[in-house]
């Protein structure tokens, strides 16, 4: 058993003049600034690298948040959290299941690739905004359906082929 009494709990009520490392984007802050532990993490982060959970309310950081769209609502979930079917709408929507294959391969590069780097993270801001009304009008239409497949079918190959080593879905 590891006992770490000894070790004074870094808190975050420090003196004014405090300065504090943000683990996410390790910029030197003061204090004031930081909005304490990542609730999955456990990296201390900035206002700026941090978000709330929409069911528990506890800070998490950025890379940790586990975004889902409802009824045209973006929210941003913690690791216990987290709904089961945080989905691509659009490839949903095309598919007309949330659980083709081709969607995990999408889900998995979401999580593994895109969330990891700020870029990927301004883009699945973009695509959150735009696509849950994009899905409703593919989903209306198996023209834009089947279109909307044929146009993902490269995409998911290319994912699989740069992913497929680390990517571990079981094969049921
Ligand atoms: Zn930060
Ligand atoms: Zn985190
Ligand atoms: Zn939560």
Not at 48 to 60: H, I, M, Q, W, Y
Not at 81 to 91: D, E, L, R, V
Not at 114 to 129: D, H, P
Request: charged share 25%; hydrophobic share 30%; net charge positive.
């Amino acid at each position: 058993m590891t006992d770490n009494a000894k070790e004074p709990q870094p808190s975050i009520t420090g003196k004014a003049g405090d300065y504090r490392l943000c683990q996410v984007c390790n910029r030197n802050l003061p204090i004031s600034e930081l909005h304490g532990k990542c609730i999955d993490c456990g990296r201390w982060i900035c206002g700026s690298c941090s978000t709330v959970c929409s069911a528990c309310k506890k800070v998490l950081c950025k890379e940790c948040a586990n975004i889902s769209e409802k009824d045209g609502t973006v929210r941003e979930f913690c690791k216990l959290h987290k709904p089961k079917s945080g989905g691509c709408f659009i490839a949903t929507a095309a598919y007309g299941t949330p659980f083709a294959e081709e969607i995990n391969v999408l889900r998995y590069w979401r999580d593994e690739c895109l969330r990891k780097n700020r870029f990927g993270r301004m883009f699945i801001g973009c695509y959150y905004t735009g696509s849950p009304l994009l899905a409703y009008i593919i989903s209306k239409s198996s023209i834009l359906r089947s279109f909307t497949r044929l146009m993902l079918k490269p995409i998911v190959k290319l994912i699989k082929r740069a992913t497929g080593e680390k990517r571990d879905l079981g094969n049921d």
